[in-house]
């Protein structure tokens, strides 16, 4: 069985072929701005698990954790669809929970980047909390 999933308009979507690997939400500054003011919430897949269908607009930039990362949107509504890093190759590849067909796939297993969330962030404190980024999240393998 595939996951599957889309933007909001319906002119991207996705195919996933493969379990997720984990889930957590990140509060790094850049995903408060994406999410405006909220974590984003991402569940972790292989990269060469995942296909997008549909045009994708993508953004690269140097992130907190000093990764070279990569996200890809949709042009035309613009729903944020995932994050992979570029440099370092090999890291699981973020794909926003609220673009699944299924957002009760995987909840969040922890949060990640703590030391960003605002004051007033509410931080489950069911879910480990990790200061800074993914290295110090653990997967679930």
Same mark, same amino acid.
């Given at each position: ?61 140097? &992130?907190?954790?000093?990764? !070279? %990362?990569?996200? #890809?949107?949709?042009? +035309? ?8 890093? @570029?440099?370092? &190759?090999?890291?699981?590849? !973020? %794909?926003?929970? #609220?673009?699944?067909? +299924? ?8 949060? @990640? ?29």
């Amino acid at each position: 069985m595939a996951i599957e999933g889309g933007c909001l308009c319906g002119q991207v979507r996705f195919r996933i072929s493969a379990d997720p690997m984990g889930a957590r939400m990140c509060w790094c500054r850049d995903c408060q701005r994406i999410a405006s003011g909220s974590a984003t919430v991402n569940v972790l897949f292989p990269e060469e698990a995942v296909t997008y269908v549909g045009d994708i607009v993508t953004f690269a930039m140097i &992130a907190d954790s000093g990764n !070279r %990362v990569e996200r #890809g949107f949709c042009p +035309n509504c613009g729903a944020q669809m995932y994050s992979r890093t @570029i440099e370092p &190759a090999g890291l699981p590849m !973020r %794909v926003r929970a #609220g673009t699944l067909d +299924n957002p009760e796939l995987m909840p969040p297993q922890a949060i @990640i980047w703590t030391t960003s969330a605002p004051s007033w962030a509410q931080l489950d404190p069911a879910l480990p909390h990790h200061p800074k980024g993914p290295e110090s999240a653990p997967l679930n393998r």
